[in-house]
């Protein structure tokens, strides 16, 4: 009974998964705490992507644009 014990208090076997847990529990708490500002950068990365594709297109309304 002992040795069962023993062996079930040092067994290490789920300590990778507790690890991963923890991990994926900080990068929420760390998304929550800065929701803003990740928010406002992904905004501001999809505008330029949207503005440099337009420009691309020549929908851009700038010269050479097909207005």
């Known amino acids: 009974m002992r040795e ?3 062996n079930f208090w040092s067994d290490e ?3 990778g ?5 923890l991990i994926i529990v900080v990068l929420i708490g760390l ?3 800065f929701k803003k500002q990740i928010n ?3 905004t501001k990365i ?3 992507i949207t503005t440099d594709s337009n420009k691309i297109i020549g929908w ?3 010269p050479g644009a097909f207005v």
């Open 4 to 6: 069962n014990i023993r």
């Open 13 to 15: 076997s789920g300590m």
């Open 17 to 21: 998964t507790v690890e991963i847990i």
């Open 31 to 33: 998304v929550i705490v």
């Open 40 to 42: 406002d950068l992904v």
């Open 46 to 48: 999809f505008k330029k």
């Open 60 to 62: 851009g309304g700038g």
